[in-house]
Protein backbone atom coordinates (compact mmCIF):
# COMPACT_ATOMS: atom_id res chain seq x y z
CA UNK A 1 0.00 0.00 0.00
CA UNK A 2 1.33 3.30 -0.93
CA UNK A 3 1.63 6.09 1.40
CA UNK A 4 0.37 9.55 0.62
CA UNK A 5 0.72 12.69 2.95
CA UNK A 6 -2.09 13.03 5.45
CA UNK A 7 -4.56 15.53 3.79
CA UNK A 8 -3.34 14.43 -0.12
CA UNK A 9 -6.24 13.76 -2.13
CA UNK A 10 -5.53 13.41 -5.61
CA UNK A 11 -7.08 10.27 -7.15
CA UNK A 12 -6.16 10.95 -10.40
CA UNK A 13 -2.22 11.26 -9.81
CA UNK A 14 -3.16 7.94 -7.38
CA UNK A 15 -4.57 6.18 -9.93
CA UNK A 16 -1.71 7.31 -12.91
CA UNK A 17 1.07 6.54 -11.01
CA UNK A 18 -0.48 2.90 -10.40
CA UNK A 19 -1.26 2.34 -13.72
CA UNK A 20 2.05 3.45 -14.61
CA UNK A 21 4.31 1.09 -12.72
CA UNK A 22 1.71 -1.55 -13.78
CA UNK A 23 3.26 -0.56 -17.40
CA UNK A 24 6.16 -0.02 -16.79
CA UNK A 25 6.31 -3.89 -14.92
CA UNK A 26 4.66 -5.27 -18.29
CA UNK A 27 7.61 -6.45 -20.80
CA UNK A 28 5.35 -5.90 -24.18
CA UNK A 29 3.88 -2.48 -23.53
CA UNK A 30 6.96 -0.07 -24.78
CA UNK A 31 3.98 1.76 -26.83
CA UNK A 32 2.22 2.27 -23.69
CA UNK A 33 4.79 3.17 -21.33
CA UNK A 34 5.96 5.76 -23.85
CA UNK A 35 2.72 6.72 -24.15
CA UNK A 36 2.82 7.96 -19.97
CA UNK A 37 5.34 10.53 -21.41
CA UNK A 38 4.98 14.41 -22.96
CA UNK A 39 6.77 14.01 -26.33
CA UNK A 40 9.35 15.76 -25.25
CA UNK A 41 9.78 14.64 -21.90
CA UNK A 42 13.01 13.77 -20.03
CA UNK A 43 13.71 10.09 -18.76
CA UNK A 44 16.74 9.84 -16.43
CA UNK A 45 17.31 6.12 -15.67
CA UNK A 46 20.82 6.01 -13.80
CA UNK A 47 23.25 7.29 -16.18
CA UNK A 48 21.40 7.20 -18.80
CA UNK A 49 19.23 10.08 -20.30
CA UNK A 50 16.71 10.18 -22.99
CA UNK A 51 14.77 12.93 -24.26
CA UNK A 52 11.89 12.93 -26.37
CA UNK A 53 9.11 9.50 -27.45
CA UNK A 54 11.42 8.26 -29.67
CA UNK A 55 14.62 7.85 -27.28
CA UNK A 56 12.45 6.79 -23.98
CA UNK A 57 11.07 4.03 -26.23
CA UNK A 58 14.85 2.69 -27.06
CA UNK A 59 15.70 3.31 -23.34
CA UNK A 60 12.88 1.44 -22.26
CA UNK A 61 13.84 -1.55 -24.55
CA UNK A 62 17.12 -1.55 -23.48
CA UNK A 63 16.09 -2.25 -19.90
CA UNK A 64 14.97 -5.52 -20.23
CA UNK A 65 17.82 -7.06 -21.84
CA UNK A 66 18.74 -9.44 -18.69
CA UNK A 67 15.31 -9.04 -16.97
CA UNK A 68 12.35 -11.45 -17.76
CA UNK A 69 10.20 -9.64 -15.03
CA UNK A 70 9.85 -7.09 -12.60
CA UNK A 71 7.59 -5.64 -10.13
CA UNK A 72 7.50 -2.19 -8.81
CA UNK A 73 6.27 -1.34 -5.17
CA UNK A 74 5.51 2.53 -5.08
CA UNK A 75 6.20 2.74 -1.18
CA UNK A 76 5.62 6.58 -0.77
CA UNK A 77 4.88 9.63 -2.39
CA UNK A 78 5.94 13.19 -1.08
CA UNK A 79 4.66 15.98 -2.98
CA UNK A 80 6.19 18.86 -3.39
CA UNK A 81 2.87 21.32 -3.23
CA UNK A 82 -0.46 20.98 -2.21
CA UNK A 83 -3.12 19.52 -5.17
CA UNK A 84 -4.31 22.92 -5.51
CA UNK A 85 -0.77 24.77 -6.22
CA UNK A 86 -0.29 21.06 -8.84
CA UNK A 87 -3.40 22.45 -10.97
CA UNK A 88 -1.53 21.81 -14.28
CA UNK A 89 2.18 20.58 -13.46
CA UNK A 90 2.72 18.59 -10.07
CA UNK A 91 6.42 17.33 -8.75
CA UNK A 92 6.82 14.59 -6.92
CA UNK A 93 8.65 12.53 -4.77
CA UNK A 94 8.76 8.82 -4.99
CA UNK A 95 10.38 5.61 -2.95
CA UNK A 96 10.05 2.10 -3.31
CA UNK A 97 11.26 -1.05 -4.10
CA UNK A 98 11.36 -2.97 -6.93
CA UNK A 99 12.23 -6.63 -7.61
CA UNK A 100 14.05 -8.03 -10.86
CA UNK A 101 13.48 -11.89 -12.26
CA UNK A 102 16.68 -12.40 -14.11
CA UNK A 103 17.14 -14.50 -17.21
CA UNK A 104 19.11 -16.41 -15.19
CA UNK A 105 16.43 -17.10 -12.92
CA UNK A 106 17.73 -15.37 -10.04
CA UNK A 107 15.29 -12.56 -7.94
CA UNK A 108 17.09 -9.37 -6.67
CA UNK A 109 15.24 -6.48 -4.82
CA UNK A 110 16.73 -3.03 -4.94
CA UNK A 111 15.30 0.36 -3.29
CA UNK A 112 14.99 3.09 -5.22
CA UNK A 113 14.02 6.89 -5.50
CA UNK A 114 12.93 9.28 -8.14
CA UNK A 115 11.56 12.33 -8.81
CA UNK A 116 8.66 13.12 -11.20
CA UNK A 117 7.26 16.09 -13.01
CA UNK A 118 3.32 15.38 -13.99
CA UNK A 119 1.39 17.55 -16.12
CA UNK A 120 -1.91 17.35 -14.93
CA UNK A 121 -3.79 17.25 -18.11
CA UNK A 122 -7.16 18.72 -18.90
CA UNK A 123 -10.69 18.05 -18.25
CA UNK A 124 -10.74 14.06 -19.12
CA UNK A 125 -7.30 13.95 -19.98
CA UNK A 126 -4.85 11.47 -18.35
CA UNK A 127 -1.61 12.72 -16.86
CA UNK A 128 1.89 12.98 -18.46
CA UNK A 129 5.04 12.82 -17.51
CA UNK A 130 7.17 15.75 -18.34
CA UNK A 131 10.55 14.70 -16.52
CA UNK A 132 11.03 11.14 -14.32
CA UNK A 133 14.66 10.76 -12.83
CA UNK A 134 14.96 7.60 -10.95
CA UNK A 135 17.77 6.82 -8.46
CA UNK A 136 18.77 3.40 -8.19
CA UNK A 137 21.85 1.03 -7.59
CA UNK A 138 22.31 -1.58 -9.95
CA UNK A 139 24.94 -2.88 -8.28
CA UNK A 140 22.85 -5.74 -6.95
CA UNK A 141 21.56 -7.05 -10.18
CA UNK A 142 24.86 -6.71 -12.26
CA UNK A 143 26.60 -9.21 -9.55
CA UNK A 144 23.08 -11.53 -9.36
CA UNK A 145 24.27 -11.48 -13.50
CA UNK A 146 27.56 -11.98 -12.95
CA UNK A 147 28.22 -14.60 -9.73
Known amino acids: MTIYPEGFTDPKVEAFLTK ?7 PTANAEYVDQFTDDATLIMGLKTAIG ?19 HVLTQVFPFQ ?5 SELG ?5 GTVEFTLKNEKKV ?10 LRGKEGEQ ?3 KFYQVYVDSTPVVQALTS
Open 53 to 71: DKNIRTLRESMWGAIVGRH
Open 82 to 86: TVEQA
Open 109 to 118: SVSWGAKMDL
Open 20 to 26: FYQISDT
Open 127 to 129: PKI
Open 91 to 95: QYALT
